[in-house]
């Protein structure tokens, strides 16, 4: 872990016959050039969002953050190959297998960006307020074992075991529709993102209807107005 990124990658290689396993570069330097159109749409000494970093130790993270920018919606991110795979989903994730949520791709976001909550000044890229809306873990189904894979192809099936979301979900990469074209490296894409049908199903569930940081307890009125929330976030 040379480089303090969680991303580094272990790969055998053989030299003068000797089979060593040595820390490689190549998963950080992909992470790096992930994040490259995300680095430059933003200007670091004005925005509090972080540049880089990393989440706690062990892989697999996922956040959503509530963020009203221009438009509200929610960011749906997911631990894919040392950076943040990222869908803007207008009306947030369900729990209701009968809701099938448009998720426009994003920009790859740093791992850095996974306990972010706080303000983006109004002329910044994103300018508003952004609380953590849940946050934990997934874990890709068998029918899609590699995440990074299954995203590349347009459909990926994955457990989340969130404070809010859980159960099975899947995002899938439609055909295109509305005025946005899809972007030749991928953003703008649109997907869906589905809660698939399980005892973790809930007909009729809203995320408006929880409005809540799990970082913090606060609302997102809280934090644009840096208020101290009343509640007590329950730590990850
Ligand atoms: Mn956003």
Redesign the pocket.
């Given at each position: 872990m040379a480089s303090g990124h969680a991303s580094v990658n272990y790969m055998g290689v053989v030299v003068m016959g000797y089979s060593l396993c040595v820390p490689s570069r190549a998963g950080d330097e992909l992470a790096q050039e992930k994040l490259t159109q995300y680095r430059a749409m933003r200007d670091f000494d004005v925005t509090a969002e972080p540049a880089g970093g990393s989440p706690a130790a062990g892989g697999g993270h996922f956040v959503v953050?509530r963020?009203r920018?221009r438009r509200l919606?929610y960011?749906f991110r997911l631990e894919v190959d040392g950076v943040l795979a990222s869908w803007?989903v207008p009306r947030g994730p369900s729990l209701d297998p009968g809701q099938r949520r448009l998720a426009v791709r994003?920009e790859d976001h740093p791992l850095g960006y996974f306990a972010f909550e706080g303000v983006i000044p109004a002329h910044e890229y994103?300018g508003g307020d952004?609380i953590v809306w849940d946050w934990g873990t997934y874990r890709a189904s068998d029918d899609t074992p590699d995440a990074a894979q299954a995203v590349d192809a347009g459909e990926f099936k994955f457990e989340l075991e969130g404070e809010k979301l859980h159960g099975a979900f899947v995002l899938v990469r439609t055909a295109g529709f509305g005025r946005y074209r899809a972007r030749p490296d991928g953003s703008r894409a649109k997907w869906l993102l589905i809660h698939r049908r399980d005892d973790d199903a809930v007909p009729g569930w809203d995320a408006e209807d929880e409005p809540y940081s799990v970082k913090s307890g606060r609302t997102n009125d809280e934090v644009a107005t840096r208020r101290r929330g009343r509640r007590t976030a329950r730590p990850l």
């Open positions: 953050q963020h920018a919606h960011d803007a994003a994103g952004v």
